[in-house]
């Protein structure tokens, strides 16, 4: 559904609530071709619906836990469903 569309993803990352990071992640299919620091922008391209605009807010000691997670590094898409508890989406207007 992606594939040959240049996306955005939006992620803000929070420590104890607080916001510390955005970022932009550029895609290319489902590859991330570059990062913008300071910058919380997306724009998924879907078919049917047109640009849709969502981002994550997901606190950094989660994010640690990711990297430090063999698995997720390894088979991000299968291993992915025990952080969505502790992952926000939203959405930017």
Excluded at 13 to 37: P, Q
Excluded at 49 to 72: A, C, H, N
Aim: charged letters at 25%; hydrophobic letters at 40%; proline letters at 3%.
């Amino acid at each position: 559904m992606f594939s040959g569309r240049k996306n955005m993803v939006g992620i803000q990352v929070t420590e104890n609530g607080n916001v510390i990071g955005k970022y932009t992640l550029m895609m290319d299919g489902i590859n991330v071709v570059e990062a913008k620091n300071g910058v919380l922008d997306s724009a998924l391209h879907h078919p049917l619906l047109g640009v849709v605009k969502p981002y994550v807010t997901v606190e950094r000691s989660v994010i640690e836990k990711m990297i430090k997670d063999d698995q997720f590094k390894t088979e991000m898409f299968a291993s992915i469903s025990k952080y969505l508890p502790d992952v926000t989406i939203k959405f930017l207007r």
